[in-house]
């Protein structure tokens, strides 16, 4: 399938350079859309910044995978649907703090009608016996929660809250290599490089002890319609 335009033009920009600081990296990043000349259309949205960090792991052995979650700085430029499963006290304070949707069996039954519109699902311990039954649908979409996620646990308050202010979750892929947004093309360029560097010292700090050689390989800046500017991975 033949290349755009548009993907050709900002290809030229992106494949010489060298891996520079964070800093750099976000300038050169913000400054491709406004580079486009005027016979090739703009981007009319926001587009979403992700970084993808290729680390020296096997993701098939257990003790070396690599995962977490982080409240970023700036948050990601968008507020998250919050599903909790909950009951009593622990309800009322998953609504205070701002959840989407609250409920024990009837929220599982609901899902199991087929309804799946929100980005992360929280549950009490003692809801985990609703839950579990849920993997088949859950667990596809990345939505089934887990303790070592941090979305099943006796904070609810505070977790709604967090995730409602742009909490990310991440996991290495199959090949080594996490995907994770760090906010919006729009964001102040001090913003988008307060979140990168805060994702990327927490990342390395996950580095598993079973992990030999070089941890972080390459890191990779980039946006929706965008290809990709090299960070330097030192």
């Known amino acids: 399938m033949p290349q755009s335009k548009r993907f050709l033009f900002l290809q030229k920009q992106t494949l ?12 050169k990043l913000k400054s491709l859309e406004p580079s486009l000349p005027k016979t090739i259309k703009k981007c009319r949205f926001d587009q979403t910044v992700e970084l993808s960090v290729r680390l020296g792991i096997d993701p098939k ?15 990601i430029g968008k507020s998250k649907r919050v ?51 849920l993997g088949r649908v859950l667990g596809p979409r990345g939505l089934m929660p887990s303790p070592r996620a941090g979305t099943v646990t006796t904070d609810v308050s505070n977790t709604v809250r967090e995730y409602k202010a742009g909490k990310i979750e991440f996991k290495a892929d199959d090949t080594g290599i996490v995907h994770a947004v ?4 729009s964001f102040e360029d001090g913003q988008l490089v307060d ?21 972080v390989r390459s890191v990779t800046l980039s946006a929706t319609m965008s290809p990709g500017v090299p960070i330097a991975a030192a």
């Open 16 to 27: 010489e350079l060298t891996p520079a600081d964070v800093a750099t990296a976000v300038k």
């Open 61 to 75: 052995q257990p003790d070396q995978m690599v995962r977490g979650s982080l409240v970023l700085p700036h948050g």
């Open 83 to 133: 599903a909790v499963f909950a009951q009593g006290e622990n309800a009322e304070l998953a609504r205070r703090a701002g959840a989407d949707e609250v409920g024990a069996a009837d929220l599982a039954e609901k899902i199991k009608g087929g309804w799946t519109d929100f980005d992360v699902a929280i549950a009490t311990p003692d809801m985990m016996g609703v839950v579990g039954p």
């Open 182 to 185: 760090v906010g919006k093309l």
């Open 195 to 215: 979140n990168v560097e805060s994702l990327l010292k927490f990342i390395r700090s996950l580095k598993p002890a079973s992990s030999k050689g070089v941890y």
